[in-house]
Nanobody, 125 residues
Framework: QVHLVESGGGLVQAGASLELTCELS????????VGWFRQAPGKGREFVAA????????SYVDSVKGRFTISRDNANRMVLLQMNSLKPEDTAVYYC??????????????????WGQGTQVTVSS
């Protein structure tokens, strides 16, 4: 079992940066693959980024490549999403998700059983 809590969202202007944090609690948290997803109003949930259990593999949706960076700090039980050069189209609720034993950075929401409650990111033009 793992519990996830996201933080770091907010209201920023286009071009600004935010860092989202996903705090994981539970046994052997370092063995969990983690993904970030987002859902904009009126749209479905979209994959953003993922990281494998050892941090050696990452993946990103094309629209955020070069702007967002996912990383993990197992010592502090956190997965971070650094978001730079934010655009209004990045506005959404951002969720982190986790699944034990994922050796790859999987981009599919169906691969993750455990989800946080989400944090709102709003980017104004």
């Amino acid at each position: 079992q793992v519990h996830l809590v996201e933080s770091g969202g907010g209201l920023v202007q286009a071009g600004a940066s935010l860092e989202l944090t996903c705090e994981l609690s539970g046994r052997t948290h370092s063995s969990w693959g983690v993904g970030w997803f987002r859902q904009a109003p009126g749209k479905g949930r979209e994959f953003v980024a993922a990281i494998s259990r050892n941090g050696g593999s990452t993946s990103y949706v094309d629209s955020v490549k070069g702007r967002f960076t996912i990383s993990r700090d197992n010592a502090n039980r956190m997965v971070l999403l650094q978001m730079n050069s934010l655009k209004p189209e990045d506005t959404a609720v951002y969720y982190c998700a986790a699944e034990p034993g994922i050796a790859s950075a999987l981009p599919y929401s169906a691969d993750y059983r455990y989800w946080g409650q989400g944090t709102q990111v709003t980017v104004s033009s």
